[in-house]
């Protein structure tokens, strides 16, 4: 745990990837659908059907866009493409979209025109400790 230098009461990064608790009931943690998408250059018109369309299959299950294609500056390796990330309450209703008859409905008008790689992967809590988190895999990689 990091502390305050004047106080030494603890200091904690906010949440702001994590769910705080009073948003996310139960212990769920936020969850993220990622989209890598290669060759998005020209644009086949089902693609602009299924821009249209997927917000619709997004609400009933809390998702929102967090990323929609942006300018990607690429720091290390290589990065074709362009990459969507969509934020879900947890992981369940991630799960949920991504399997609801809406939603399957409408994925091959993207999946049929733009190759790429999509993965559904569940965030970190607000408390999350990367120095905490690296210490424990240390102690078991050393058993």
Do not use: K
């Amino acid at each position: 745990m990091r502390y305050l230098r004047r106080n030494r009461r603890p200091y904690r990064r906010p949440g702001r990837l994590g769910p705080q608790p009073e948003q996310n009931p139960g212990g769920n943690m936020t969850a993220y659908a990622l989209a890598h998408l290669h060759d998005v250059q020209s644009l086949h018109p089902d693609v602009f059907d299924y821009l249209e369309r997927i917000q619709e299959t997004l609400d009933p299950y809390g998702g929102r866009f967090i990323v929609h294609g942006g300018a990607v500056e690429v720091r290390e390796g290589s990065w074709p493409g362009t990459i969507v990330i969509i934020e879900f309450p947890s992981a369940d209703q991630a799960r949920n979209w991504y399997e609801s008859p809406a939603y399957q409905e409408i994925l091959p008008l993207r999946t049929d025109h733009i190759p790429g790689a999509a993965i559904l992967v569940e965030g970190v809590g607000p408390d999350h400790d990367s120095a905490e988190m690296g210490a424990m895999l240390r102690a078991a990689a050393s058993r």
